[in-house]
Nanobody, 123 residues
């Protein structure tokens, strides 16, 4: 059974940083896509970014480009989301997701999901 477990969320002031981790178990994703999505209260779940081809490339949404960085450690089957210069509008539950094959930006194209971790950015 595949499990994705996120950690690292919390409360931070605007301008601060957080690093989220997502550890996968049950299968390896060393050649596949692992992504991050987020969902703010009352809003849809949005694509944040993804690590593609086992880490060979990355995709980011325009809203986080230049501030967030995705990296991964395939030996640990873990993907990270480094978030810098956080803004109040980044407040959301952040979800890790994985899919076999290439990167996609739509949540319905990801088969595996974590339980989410709350990130709150105060102004």
């Amino acid at each position: 059974q595949v499990q994705l477990v996120e950690s690292g969320g919390g409360l931070v002031q605007a301008g601060g940083s957080l690093r989220l981790s997502c550890a996968a178990s049950g299968r390896t994703f060393s050649n596949d896509a692992m992504g991050w999505f987020r969902q703010a209260p009352g809003k849809e779940r949005d694509f944040v970014g993804a690590s593609c081809w086992g880490g060979g490339s990355t995709l980011y949404s325009d809203s986080v480009k230049g501030r967030f960085t995705i990296s991964r450690d395939n030996a640990k089957n873990t993907v990270y989301l480094q978030m810098n210069n956080l803004k109040p509008e980044d407040t959301a539950v952040y979800y890790c997701a994985a899919r076999l094959g290439v990167c996609r930006q739509k949540q319905n194209e990801y088969a595996y999901w974590g339980q989410g971790t709350q990130v709150t950015v105060s102004s």
